[in-house]
Nanobody
Framework: QVQLVESGGGLVQAGGSLRLSCAAS????????MGWFRQAPGKEREFVAA????????YYTDSVKGRFTISRDNAKNTVYLQMNNLKPEDTAVYYC???????????????WGQGTQVTVSS
């Protein structure tokens, strides 16, 4: 089993920045990829970004390209999501996920965190 704990959410004005962290523990050697998803009120959960654990290849949904950066610290078993130039439409609960495949589909991830709220005011 792998446990994931997110942190770093909060309230920020449009144009501001936040950095989310996700610390993994347990059988972390089994992780191949980690990702971030988000779910806004009344909407389905959607893919935001992903990173392969060993090589560090990164993937982003189009709406965050150029504004968000995913990175990882293998020594700390932690993945980060740096979010710049935040917009009100980025408001959502952000979830960290880990699994054996890099991708944008939820079924590709086996473990999920509890989520952290990000609210962007206009």
């Amino acid at each position: 089993q792998v446990q994931l704990v997110e942190s770093g959410g909060g309230l920020v004005q449009a144009g501001g920045s936040l950095r989310l962290s996700c610390a993994a523990s347990g059988r972390t050697f089994s992780i191949y990829a980690m990702g971030w998803f988000r779910q806004a009120p009344g909407k389905e959960r959607e893919f935001v970004a992903a990173i392969s654990w060993s090589v560090g290849n990164t993937y982003y949904t189009d709406s965050v390209k150029g504004r968000f950066t995913i990175s990882r610290d293998n020594a700390k078993n932690t993945v980060y999501l740096q979010m710049n130039n935040l917009k009100p439409e980025d408001t959502a609960v952000y979830y960290c996920a880990a699994g054996w495949h890099t991708g944008s589909r939820q079924y590709q991830y086996n473990y999920w965190g509890q989520g952290t709220q990000v609210t962007v005011s206009s």
